[in-house]
């Protein structure tokens, strides 16, 4: 069969990854969450008082969302009183960086316009 002839497969989009871009670009508050551990700041509380218009309900269901996917992880400590910080997992660098890359396509869109 030669080059002209040869039939290609319906190539279908990476269905996990792909959802886990459109949930994270969904939560209105994971990129800022990424911004924040960035920064060093892995509390909760912490987080919700550098960030206004941040509850501590909508925080919890971010990190818990980024939690499933493995982007970021729950350290506790065993102290008293209890603490508890967030840290971006290996896989959640990779992962940030292509939110990144993505990011700045969009900046080269609108600049284009």
Known sequence: MSDQQKKYARKSPPERSARMVEAIFGCKWSLTVYQLLANGINRPGAMVNSVEGLTTKVLNE????????????????????????????????????????????????????
Do not use: W
Request: net charge negative.
């Open 62 to 113: 971010c990190l818990r969302r980024n939690m499933d996917f493995g982007i970021i992880e729950r350290i506790a400590y065993d102290e008293s009183p209890p603490r508890v910080e967030y840290v971006v997992t290996s896989f959640g660098s990779k992962f940030i960086r292509i939110l990144d890359e993505l990011e700045k396509l969009q900046r080269e869109i609108e600049h284009e316009r």
